[in-house]
C-alpha cells in the first residue's frame, strides 16, 4: 500500500510540475498574442480610418492570407475552435497537434488586425490548449493526464488575457474540462500560477475605462430586464453563427466562400468603423468618461451595434477566420448595458451608473453565451475597475442569464453538437458536494 502510495504521489509531483511548465509557456503565448493584437489592431484602424474606404477590402486581405497559409502551411485543416478541443478529450486516440500552437496565433491576429469583428480569446484558447496537448504527448507519466495538462495551458491562457487567474482556471473547469477531479484542479492551479504572478507585478490597465458605483437596489428590475435581453442575444448569436457556417461550408468556390464573406464584413466597418475587430476600442471610445448624453441618433448607433455585432462576427468566421463569441458577447453585453441604464435614466428618471450595467451586462451577455456562470462573473467584475464591489448583484445577472438562455436554447456553439453534455450549474455544484461525501 505504501509502495502504491509512493508512486502515485511521484505522478502527482510530475503533473504539478508538467502544469507549471505548461502554465509558463502559455501565459507567454498569451500574454504575446493579446499584446502584439491589440498594438497592431490600433495603428491599423487609426490610419486606415483616415481614409475610411480602405476597410471594405481589408478584411479580404486578411481572410485571403488566411486561407493560403492553412493551405500550404498548416496542413489545409480549418480549425474548429473549442470543438477540437472537446474532440481530443473525449477521444483518447485524437489529439490537439503541436501546429496548431502557431495556426490559431497567426490566423487569430490576421483575422483582427484585419478588421475581421470577433477576438483572439477563441483563438487563444486553442492554442494554449495544444501546449498542453503536447506536454502530454512528450512526457511519460503525462500521458495519464491529458485533460488535466490541457486545463492548465487553457486556464493559463484565459486568465493572462484577462488578468483574472480565477476566471482562467473557472473557465477551464466549467467549458473545458465539465468535471471536477483533485487532478484537474490541482493541474489547473499550477497552470494559472505564472499568470498570477504576471498580473501581480505587471499591473495591466483594465479593459474598459468606466467608473463603477455601488450597488443602487432600485436597479433590480432593470437588470432583470437586462439579463432577459442578454440571454436572448445571445441565442440569436448562437443560431446565426451556426447558421452562417453551415451556409458558408456549403460553397464548394474557395474564393468565393472566403471573399462573399469578408466583403460584406468590411462593408458593415465601412458604414460602421465601431465594427472594426474586437471592438474594444469602440467600447472605450463611445463610453469615455463614463456618462453619454441621450439623444435618439446616439441610441439607435447602439442598437444597431447590438444587433450587428454577433451577425458581423458570424460572418467573419464564417468566411475562414479565426476566432469565437468572447469578445462579441463582451462587447455587445457591454453596449447592452449601458443603452438600459441610459434609457431608464432619461425616461424614468432613475440615476443608474453606466459602469455597473456595463458590468452586469458583459456577465449576462457572456454567461449566456458560453452557459458558464462563474467564468463571466469573474471575467466581467475585472474588466473594469471596481467591477468586485459589484459582484453579488452580477453573480445573480450571470446566473440568471444562463438559466433563461439554457430554457430557450439548451446548446451554445460549443455544444450544440451534442447538448445533453450540458449542465446546470446547480447540478454541477450538487454533484461537487455529493462526490466529497461519498469520499468521506
Not at 211 to 222: L, M, Q, R
Not at 241 to 270: C, E, M, P
Not at 294 to 302: E, P, R, V
Not at 358 to 386: D, E, K, N, R
Amino acid at each position: 500500500m505504501s509502495y502504491r502510495i509512493s508512486v502515485k504521489r511521484q505522478h502527482y509531483g510530475r503533473l504539478l510540475l508538467m502544469s507549471l511548465l505548461v502554465g509558463i509557456f502559455a501565459s507567454a503565448l498569451a500574454f504575446g498574442l493579446k499584446h502584439l493584437t491589440e498594438h497592431v489592431e490600433t495603428y491599423v484602424f487609426s490610419n486606415f480610418s483616415r481614409s475610411s474606404a480602405w476597410f471594405i477590402i481589408l478584411p479580404s486581405v486578411g481572410m485571403t492570407a488566411i486561407y493560403f497559409l492553412r493551405k500550404y502551411f498548416f496542413k489545409g485543416k480549418a480549425n474548429k475552435g473549442v470543438k477540437e478541443i472537446y474532440r481530443t478529450i473525449e477521444d483518447r486516440r485524437d489529439e490537439l497537434p503541436a501546429y496548431k500552437i502557431p495556426s490559431h496565433f497567426i490566423n487569430g491576429f490576421l483575422t483582427v488586425i484585419f478588421g475581421g469583428s470577433t477576438g483572439v480569446e477563441v483563438s487563444t484558447v486553442v492554442a494554449t490548449a495544444a501546449v498542453g496537448s503536447a506536454a502530454y504527448n512528450k512526457n511519460a507519466v503525462a500521458k495519464s493526464y491529458k485533460t488535466e495538462l490541457i486545463c492548465a495551458g487553457v486556464a493559463a491562457g484565459v486568465a493572462t488575457l484577462f488578468n483574472s487567474p480565477l476566471g482562467g482556471l473557472l473557465f477551464a473547469i466549467e467549458v473545458i474540462s465539465r468535471r471536477t477531479d483533485k487532478s484537474v484542479l490541482l493541474a489547473t492551479l499550477c497552470g494559472i500560477l505564472p499568470s498570477a504572478i504576471l498580473t501581480l507585478f505587471l499591473h495591466e490597465e483594465p479593459l474598459f475605462h468606466v467608473s463603477t458605483s455601488p450597488w443602487n437596489p432600485d436597479a433590480t428590475f432593470a437588470v432583470i430586464v437586462l439579463c432577459a435581453m442578454c440571454a436572448f442575444i445571445s441565442i440569436y448569436f448562437t443560431r446565426v453563427l451556426i447558421y452562417v457556417k453551415k451556409k458558408f461550408a456549403a460553397i464548394d468556390n474557395n474564393f468565393l466562400r472566403v471573399n462573399i464573406g469578408a466583403l460584406i464584413v468590411g462593408v458593415s466597418i465601412y458604414v460602421f468603423p465601431q465594427l472594426f475587430g474586437d471592438s474594444y476600442h469602440a467600447v472605450n471610445s463611445l463610453f469615455a468618461g463614463g456618462t453619454i448624453q441621450y439623444s435618439l441618433k446616439i441610441i439607435l448607433l447602439l442598437v444597431s451595434l447590438i444587433a450587428l455585432k454577433p451577425l458581423v462576427a458570424s460572418l467573419t468566421l464564417g468566411a475562414g477566420g479565426d476566432g469565437g463569441v468572447f469578445a462579441p458577447s463582451i462587447v455587445v453585453g457591454a453596449i447592452l448595458g449601458v443603452v438600459t441604464a441610459t434609457t431608464s435614466n432619461h425616461y424614468f428618471g432613475t440615476h443608474f451608473s453606466l459602469g455597473n450595467f456595463m458590468v452586469f451586462g458583459i456577465a449576462a451577455a457572456l454567461s449566456a453565451a458560453i452557459h458558464a456562470p462563474l467564468t463571466a462573473l469573474m471575467l466581467a467584475c475585472g474588466i473594469v475597475p471596481g467591477g468586485f464591489a459589484l459582484i453579488v448583484p452580477t453573480f445573480l445577472a450571470s446566473f440568471a442569464a444562463r438559466y433563461i438562455a439554457h430554457y430557450f436554447c439548451e446548446y451554445t456553439v460549443y455544444s450544440y453538437e451534442n447538448p445533453s453534455s450540458e449542465k446546470y450549474p446547480h447540478r454541477w455544484v450538487r454533484q461537487i458536494y455529493r462526490d466529497r461525501v461519498n469520499r468521506d
